[in-house]
């Protein structure tokens, strides 16, 4: 006597994870290049009323590519182009950033040696810098001024760094004993300050 069949449970399956498709670059990319003032913050809104980009800069639809925090002064790039923005700001891609820094100390060549090596930070051992004493730059004055301890002499130096860690500068400096007064980003990559006043943008081709 045969068996009655019993009717076959329909196969549950999960619905396809939809594809992320990457975003097409914008018809018209741009690249800015700002020289950011101290005590701006580098986006273009804040509730609190503090200096923005908006202040500054009258370009709609463009974002800062990597970061240069509030008490930082120098060049900053923005653009529309997100694939460029991550070839930029990205510390896999290694682009070398260099940074004039006004230091608290008279910093010695055993100090410097330990820049270029690596400095162990909490979150771990940094790249090799170039790391060297210079003459103080010629700059504008910074609003408001940088406070002195008369008594302790200051110096300034020139960072290049390849990576993007959170105030990096500042904690490399100080992890060798020489804590950062005033810090001035120059250059990224290909682009510098050059002709750029405090507060002034200039727009340039959006390549790499």
Partial sequence: MSRPT???RPVSRRPAAPRRVAKAPPVEPRLVLFNKPFDVLTQFSDGDGRATLKDY???????????????????LLLTN???LQAR???????????????????????????????VELNDGLTLPAEARQIEEP????????VRFRKSVPTAWLELVIRE???RQVRRMTAAVGLPTLRLVR???????????????YREVPAKL
């Fill in 6 to 8: 019993r009717p076959s």
């Fill in 57 to 75: 800069i009258p370009i709609s639809g463009i974002y800062p590519a990597g970061r240069l925090d509030r008490d930082s002064e120098g060049l």
């Fill in 81 to 83: 182009d997100g694939q």
């Fill in 88 to 118: 930029i700001a990205d510390p896999k891609h290694k682009l070398a950033k260099t940074y004039w820094v006004q230091v608290e100390g008279e910093p010695s060549e055993e100090q410097l040696k330990r820049l270029r090596e690596g």
């Fill in 138 to 145: 010629a700059l504008w004055e910074r609003n408001p001024p």
């Fill in 164 to 166: 993007g860690r959170n």
């Fill in 186 to 200: 120059v250059r990224i990559g290909p682009w510098s300050l050059d002709g750029l006043g405090l507060g002034e």
